[in-house]
């Protein structure tokens, strides 16, 4: 099975950028869709990105897209997301997770991923 852990949160002001690394161990990630989630205090976790199993295909929640990027590289085994332009409401713990199914159209489903890494905490200042 594999083993996901997450880095590259910190506190950063609004109007910033970070990159988020998910590196995957035990297996490769080729065999999976592979997705960014994030919950802020007192809400659900949510969806905010997906990429498919070579990087061909890409989808973002609204309130991400234009500013965030997903991306993957299978040899190193890893995933990132770029974020731009930052805000204060995008402040939360971001989880990377792996897809337990073959249906891209199921990419932003939460229940759909069965294996999360620790999750690392992303703070925008005002």
């Known amino acids: 099975q594999v083993q996901l852990v997450e880095s590259g949160g910190r506190l950063v002001q609004a109007g910033g950028s970070l990159r988020l690394s998910c590196a995957a161990s035990g297996r490769t990630i080729s065999n999976y869709i592979m997705g960014w989630f994030r919950q802020a205090p007192g809400k659900e976790r949510e969806f905010v990105a997906a990429i498919d199993w070579n990087g061909s295909s890409t989808k973002y929640s609204d309130s991400v897209k234009g500013r965030f990027t997903v991306t993957r590289d299978n040899p190193k085994n890893t995933m990132y997301l770029q974020m731009n332009s930052l805000k204060p409401e995008d402040t939360a713990v971001y989880y990377c997770?792996?897809?337990?199914?073959?249906?891209?159209?199921?990419?932003?489903?939460?229940?759909?991923?069965?294996?999360w890494g620790q999750g690392t905490q992303v703070t925008v200042s005002s």
């Open positions: 997770g792996a897809h337990m199914g073959l249906r891209w159209d199921l990419a932003d489903r939460r229940s759909e991923y069965r294996i």
